[in-house]
């Protein structure tokens, strides 16, 4: 009986976190991007929030990656090997 009622507690939460995924994530973000203004100031958030932002720009680009290895393989020939 006491699975019963924990095996619906489950349910229930994951219900819940599926339903709202979009309003956590921003709830998270806003919450770190906070403690990160608090701590090391705006001008350092700033350029962590772009610099995180354009690594996922670019490595979400598979053509980009490629470019970029045959880039490297050119310059630095015998490090990646």
Known sequence: MDEQKQ???DNGF??????????????SMG???GILLLTIGFF???????CVGLGAF???KNRFKKKLYQVLDRILPDIFK
Request: net charge positive; charged share 20%; hydrophobic share 60%.
């Open 7 to 9: 095996e619906k507690k």
């Open 14 to 27: 994951v219900r819940f976190v599926k339903a709202h995924r979009g309003a956590i994530i921003g709830i």
């Open 31 to 33: 919450l770190l991007i």
């Open 44 to 50: 350092a958030t700033l350029l962590l929030a772009i």
């Open 58 to 60: 670019f490595g979400s």
